[in-house]
């Protein structure tokens, strides 16, 4: 991602659970330390949050239908 938007992450997290695994998907990002990119950094959260919850929604529905 271009340099502008400052530290982007994401991290996945799998943990087996008996015959399951628990998958966490954590988004961080920084902007920057002024209220300006504070702002921003909550408008592109939120929309990190609903990429994620999409991700995670495709990911269990392809392990759903590869099980047969």
Do not use: C, F, Y
């Amino acid at each position: 991602l271009p340099a502008i938007l400052g530290k982007v992450a994401n991290r996945w997290t799998l943990q087996p659970k008996g015959d399951a695994t628990v998958v966490t998907l954590t988004s961080t990002l920084v902007l920057g330390h002024n209220p300006l990119a504070s702002a921003a950094e909550w408008v592109a959260i939120k929309g990190m949050a609903k990429l994620s919850d999409s991700l995670l929604a495709d990911l269990a529905k392809r392990m759903e239908s590869s099980r047969g």
